[in-house]
Each structure stands twice: as C-alpha cells, then as structure tokens.
C-alpha cells in the first residue's frame, strides 16, 4: 500500500513525477465521487480520459447548458453509417465527472484511447465476434478507442462502455487465456466471501464513500488489486486489449512531456497496471502497426437510463442506472431521501401511501442492512422494504417503482451546436416547429388530420417509419374508426440516431430522403404486394415526386403478374390508400385506375385459380375471397369509373358457390357473403346449406363448408336462424363415429372463434332443441330475451349511446333515422 501511497498530489506537480492513474468502474458512483475528490486534490495541468482521441473537439459540449446527461458519443462511418459504435455516458460516470472538472477548472481534457477509425475498422473484421469489455470493477466498458493510426481490436461494435449490473456479473474483463476473459469484480467478491459481485461492490465502495483523508486510497486499493488478478490470470489474450494500452501509454507519455508532469489519467482500473508498466516507445509502436482503418464521424447523441440498463445492443449492462443517479446526486440521506421518491411516484398512481409509510420502510431497510451485515441499505434493503411495507407485499406495484426509479425513463439532451448530419438537423427542425419533443418514455398521439399541425405530423412520422426510423408506430385509434384519425405510440430510442444517419445518405431533408427511399425501394420490391404497400405508404407520407414511379412500376408489374392470388394480395392496399385521398387532399385519379384494373383481372381468373386446390391452399385463397370482397367495397365507395364493379364481383361469388370443384371452405365462404350483401335470401342460403349437408356429401367437405360460411362471426346467423343451426345440427349427430374424429378439429376451430355470449346462446338452443318454425325471430319467441317483432320504441332508446360509442355526436348529416336502419 505504501508503495502505491507514495503517488500522490505531489507526484502530479513537477517535471518527471509520474502520471496519477485512477482506476474507475465505468458508471460507478462511488469511482465518481471519488474521482472527484482525487482531481479537487491533484490539481493536474491535464486529465487524460479513456474514450476516442477523435472526440477531443466535442469535449467542450459539455460544458454548454443545454448538455444534460444521459449522453453518448457516437462514432460512425461515413461509407457505412451502420457500422456505428457508441460510449455511454451519464452523470454519475467517472469520466463525465472528469470531463466536467477539468472544464469548470480551465485544464485541458483528453481521449487516449484507441481511435475510432480503428475500432470501427475492426469491428467489420471481426463482425461475427462482438466482444464487449464488461468493465466490472476495475475494467471496463470498452468502446473507447484513440485516434490515429494505432492498433487495437475493436471494442463491440456500438456501445460499450460496461458498468455495473446490479444483479448479474458483468461480463469477463480480464482474459486467462487466450480467449478467456473473467469478471475482476465477481473474482473480488468471490474472494471476499460474497456470492454477489454487485452486493460486494456497495458494501465497500459506494456504502463508503470517498476517503475524507487520504483521496488516493480507493484508487491505491484498486490498482494492488487489478495488479494481482492480472498476475493470476495473464494481462489479457486479446490483441484489441494489448493495442489499446499501448495506444493509452504512448498518450500518456506525449502528454507527460508536453505538460512536464501534471497528468492524471481517468481510465478502467484494470488498464491501471498495465498503464503503470515500463515498456518502450518502440515496443508500444509495434503493436500498433498496421491497424486498418476508416474514416469516421463523432458527435454527441442523447441517450436514455433505459438503454443504460441493458447489457447488450447498446447498452451499458447497468440494472439500475436510476439508483445509481439517486445514489450520487443526494447530498445525504440516501435511504430516506429514495423512500420519499417511491411514496410520490405511488400516491401519483393513487397508490394511499403516508408519510407513515415511509418512516417504516426506512426503518425496515435499516434493519434489513444490519441483519443482513451490510454497512448501508442497499438496493436489495429498500425494495425489499418498499414491496413489504408501500406494496403489501405486491409486485405489480413494485415493477412501477423499477420501471419509473430504480430504472428510469431520463432522456438526455444534447446543445444544438453538436455536430450533425444535415439530416439530423433537419428533423431536429421539424420537431421543434411541430412542437413533437423526443422523449424516453412511451406514449400516444391522437391525431386529427384536418388540423393542419396535426397532418404535418402524420406526414414526418410516415416518411420516418419508411427510412426505417421507428421513432412512431401506428395503433388503432379509440372512439373513431374514421380515416381522418390517426393514434401514434411514440418512444425515441438512442439508436435512432445511428438510423438517421444510414437515413443521409437518401437526402438532406426527411422529404428528400423519403422520395429518394421510396423509389429505390420500388425498383427492388421483388412482389406485387410490396410496391402497392409502398404506393399506400407514399400517401401516407405524401411524397408527390416518388408517387409516380411508384404508380408507373405497379402498373407495369400488375399488367405482368399473372397470379390470382398476388393480385388479390395487392388489391386491399391499394384500394385503402384511395381513402386519403378525401383527408389528406391527394390526387388519386391513377390509383383507382389501377385498382378498378386490378380488380378486372382478378373477377376473371378467380374461379379457376380456386379449383383443384388442398386444404393449406384453399384456406389461404378464402382469405383472398374476404380481402377483395372488402376492397370492391371500398372502391365503390371511392367511386371507381368501372361500371358496375359490385355486380360483377357478385356474379363471381355466385359461379364459386356453385362449382363442385371448389372447395367446400371458398363455396361455403361465397354463400355467406352473398348472404350478408342481401343477394341470397335466406330461404335459398337454407337450401344451399341443406344440399351441402346431405347424407351424400363427404363429412370433410362438408364441415369445410361449414367453416366458411359460419367461421368469421357467423355464429350470430345460426342463433337468429334456427333453420341453419338445425341444419347443422342434424348433419353433425349424423355423422359416423370414425367420420366425426376427422371432422371435429374443423368445427373445434370454427366455433371457438365465437365470443362467450354466442357459445352460450347456441348451446341454449341446442339444448332446447331446433325450433320448428321458419322465420328467425319467430324460431326464438318464448326465450329470454327474444320477441316476436321487431320493438321500434326499444330500438330508438339506444341510438343516443349508439351515436356516442362510435363517435357521431360531431358528424355532421347523420340523422337518427339513418342510425336505427343501420343498427337494425
């Protein structure tokens, strides 16, 4: 210890001391305040910070008071955008303590680790092998190299910097081996009798806090300690490892001369031994011979505590980065201070929690710690307490407490002066102008889209989703089903900004970019399918230049494409899309020409491409029968030029429902939509149903039948029709035993997809027997429930709640008359 000791706040004056190494966990409090204290002490002329050299221009930033952490830098390269790399920062970090003493104190601040065109370089050579340095206790994190042209192996590729996860070891840091790396914080604890490296490390760093005497002493104690586990295990097997403190130690040195001593150097402390090491200059230059390289961009990019919390993607493998902020910022209490964070977050929930309750839990969490033999409650003292005393005893509570605290949802901020493609700066304009703030947390957006502030933002989220930048998804929208509606969920990930810059390289502006995307996509949309999604998704996005493209290639590839069953899947999508054109003031004239087309070609192959088909086919061409069933629909309401589009799709159903070598699931299927379009009356539905069901037809063909025409919400046709419900019920109790095993997994299927209600009032009516009378209201008089007319007085008593539940109260031109006709 003495030997260590000596290197001091002396050591860090004059010419030819030696640099004041201090040895941190990545992400640590207690290595944050401690490093804190150790600058406050030293008084360095310099302080030398493991990260990416090329970053040094960016360290200013952070200053700026529009940076608020969670940050990180993010490398990228230029020709790959992909290929990106990220370090993590937050406020409890050691080195953003470092960087922000050294600028509040007028001292320079330097990155001396192995530079990112390196790093990004060989990370694509070694892609398949993202190795991340956990940085447990002493190491760690690994993604921050140096600039110029050194060696190193590449930190894993996008994040990397590990901290400490609170209840499963970090990853290896110190290899045995050649490819063996183990966890320095868990081989520690391991020592020390603990079983959990996360619980060793409270006890004996954070629970301490800095040495009030000696502000050395936790950095001493560190540096023995990585020294003999280095001894124990090898100084690490992997070239990356050996070229990065190479790169470290030349840094070291040119800083050492420039400066005549007065370096401290802010690094992993399992890097500090072999930065305290004696090699030579030329020795650390071989190492680094050779290295590829690419050229590469830094900036800085906000991050979240909730990507902090994940150990892989980009992560940084801390379970509680929301404790850890608590942990450093309170100036004292901790515990007391935690427990009056749980109690608001409950009663803001209308959790009932008192001031009472908090007394407890603290007191709880006290005793806890003691029982337990640790010096101060912990993580695992307070939920403990909080789950006993704030939850009673329930975890659905608790898994907010983690969700909202012990994790977070802080979202970084960063200066708008930070370096940015133009593509970035662009969105970051359209957010602010649209007044649409990224935020960490999930959450919805209603939109009405004849408010024009409104529509503009329907339109940025679309052309971001087809970049491929997922800040919004769609979901149903509650209380209108109405196309001038739309409901977004939104949550900004920090990724994101890697994809907006792949997004560049399509334009400057999101518009640019999208039209760009969007008719490149279309040159490469290997099916049908795809470029009429894509057409759709361009009035989503309202992109007027690639829109032509798109039309010309889908026209050119519909007039090619000869199977039925791609024409039906390209229909539905592009029939939709004429829907905005009413909302969103689009010119649709070429997509219902397209579309009435499409449709044409599709009356016309239909009924042979459903012939001689097997069960897995004929199921998929039904749902081909429903989605263009659905699309003649809507494009008669869009007012398609065909003459008479309805009438040609209902003569088509007609010859399906009548050939033979149809299968059983399209014929039944065409019935009932003839059915429910008032084509069929019901007398002739029976009659179908009836030839269907006779003692000559096979018992397969039949259920099949049968799952067409009442699968899909039919049930209700069988409790309003007791002739159907009779029909089947007869045909089922004649079907032989062998006969029945086969069958019952069609009708299991069929009849399980009704609603609990429907199943119910059909096994009623099976159980009191099929009625003998022929019109369906008559067939249920005498049961609960059911009357022998229609009661007018009744039916007008629910139209006020009718026209709340599906939103008309506002619709202009709906009169209540029109409403009870629908209802009914």
């Known amino acids: 210890m003495s030997r260590s000791r000596g290197r001091g706040a002396e050591e860090v004056g004059g010419p030819g001391a030696g640099p004041l190494l201090l040895g941190v966990r990545h992400h640590g409090p207690g290595s944050a305040r401690a490093v804190r204290a150790a600058l406050a002490a030293a008084r360095p002329r310099v302080v030398l910070i493991e990260g990416p050299p090329e970053a040094d221009a960016l360290i200013p930033l952070a200053a700026d008071e529009d940076m608020r952490p969670p940050v990180a830098l993010l490398a ?329 605290l012990v994790v977070g949802d802080v979202l970084g901020e960063v200066p708008p002066g930070a370096p940015a493609v133009p593509l970035q700066r662009d969105l970051d304009r359209q957010q602010r102008r649209l007044r649409i703030k990224p935020e960490a947390l999930e959450r919805e957006l209603e939109l009405d889209l004849r408010k024009e502030t409104d529509a503009a933002r329907s339109r940025l989220l679309h052309r971001l989703r087809l970049l491929g930048i997922a800040w919004g998804e769609p979901t149903a929208s509650r209380g209108s089903t109405g196309t001038f509606r739309e409901t977004w969920r939104l949550r900004w990930e920090p990724e994101l900004a890697v994809r907006v810059a792949e997004a560049g390289v399509w334009g400057t502006t999101v518009l640019a970019a999208a039209n760009a995307k969007a008719e490149a996509d279309t040159v490469g949309a290997q099916s049908l399918a795809d470029i009429t999604a894509l057409a759709e998704h361009c009035l989503l996005a309202e992109l007027p230049d690639a829109l032509p493209v798109v039309m010309r290639t889908l026209a050119d590839r519909a007039a090619l494409d000869t199977d039925v069953g791609h024409l039906a899947q390209a229909l539905p999508a592009l029939v939709r899309s004429l829907r905005y054109g009413d909302v969103r003031d689009t010119d649709t004239g070429a997509l219902t020409e397209v579309a009435a087309g499409l449709a044409e070609r599709i009356f016309v192959g239909l009924p042979p491409a459903c012939t001689v088909l097997d069960t897995e086919a004929a199921e998929e061409m039904r749902r081909h029968v429903d989605a263009v069933h659905g699309a003649v629909a809507l494009l008669g309401e869009a007012g398609a030029e065909a003459p008479d589009l309805g009438g040609r799709w209902r003569a088509v159903l007609r010859t399906l429902s009548a050939r033979d070598t149809v299968p059983g699931v399209i014929r039944g299927r065409a019935v009932r939509l003839l059915l429910d379009g008032g084509e069929l009356g019901p007398d002739e539905a029976a009659r179908l149903m009836g030839l269907v069901l006779s003692p000559g037809t096979p018992p397969a063909d039949a259920a099949a039948w049968i799952e067409g025409f009442v699968g899909g919400g039919g049930g209700l046709l069988l409790v309003h029709d007791e002739r159907l419900l009779g029909l089947v019920d007869t045909w089922l109790t004649g079907v032989s035993a062998e006969a029945f095993t086969d069958v019952l997994p069609l009708l299991r299927r069929t009849f399980s997809a009704y609603e609990s209600g429907v199943r119910r009032t059909l096994g009623e009516l099976v159980r009191r027997g099929p009625g003998k009378r022929a019109g369906s209201v008559a067939a249920a008089v005498g049961m609960s429930g059911f009357g022998a007319e229609l009661d007018a007085g009744r039916a007008d008593a629910v139209v006020p709640v009718l026209r709340l539940l599906l939103g008309l109260d506002d619709v202009m031109g709906n009169d209540d008359n029109e409403l009870v006709g629908v209802a009914g």
Not at 182 to 206: F, I, K, N, S
Not at 261 to 268: D, I, P, Q
Request: charged share 30%; proline share 9%.
């Open 76 to 404: 990228h390269a230029v020709d790959e955008p992909g290929r990106s790399a990220f370090w993590p920062l937050a406020e409890f970090s050691p080195e953003w303590v470092a960087i922000r003493w050294a600028l509040e104190h007028g001292v320079p601040a330097r990155f001396i680790d192995l530079p990112a065109v390196h790093t990004l370089a060989w990370g694509r050579a070694a892609e398949d092998t993202p190795d991340a340095e956990n940085g447990s206790a002493g190491e760690g994190r690994t993604d921050k190299e140096p600039t110029k042209d050194e060696p190193t192996k590449d930190e894993p590729m996008g994040e990397e910097r590990q901290p400490d996860p609170p209840t499963a070891p970090p990853a290896p840091d110190a290899p045995s081996g050649p490819d063996i790396r183990v966890d320095p914080l868990a081989v520690l604890a391991e020592t020390a009798g603990y079983d959990d490296p996360e619980r060793w490390w409270e006890d004996v760093v954070e629970h301490r806090g800095a040495g009030e005497r000696d502000p050395y002493a936790p950095f001493t104690a560190l540096e023995e300690a990585m020294e003999a586990l280095r001894e124990t295990y090898g100084p690490g097997g992997h070239d990356r490892d050996l070229a990065r403190e190479a790169y470290m130690r030349l840094q070291v040195r040119a800083a050492q001369q420039e400066f005549e001593g007065g370096v401290a150097v802010v690094c992993g402390a399992w890097h500090v031994p072999a930065l305290r090491r004696r090699s030579t200059v030329a020795g650390d230059r071989a190492l680094l011979k050779g290295l590829p390289k690419v050229k590469a961009e830094l900036t800085w990019v906000p991050w979240t505590h909730r990507r902090l919390s994940r150990a892989g993607g980009y992560g940084a493998g801390i379970d509680s980065p929301g404790w850890y902020g608590h942990l450093f910022a309170a100036p004292d209490r901790p515990v007391e201070r935690w427990m009056t964070k749980v109690a608001g977050l409950l009663r803001e929930e209308d959790r009932i929690v008192s001031s009472a309750h908090v007394i407890e839990a603290v007191r709880l969490a006290e005793t806890l710690a003691v029982m337990r033999g640790r010096p101060l409650p912990g993580l695992g003292e307070t939920t403990d307490a909080v789950r006993a005393v704030m939850c009673e005893g329930s975890d659905v509570p608790l898994s907010l407490v983690r969700d909202r």
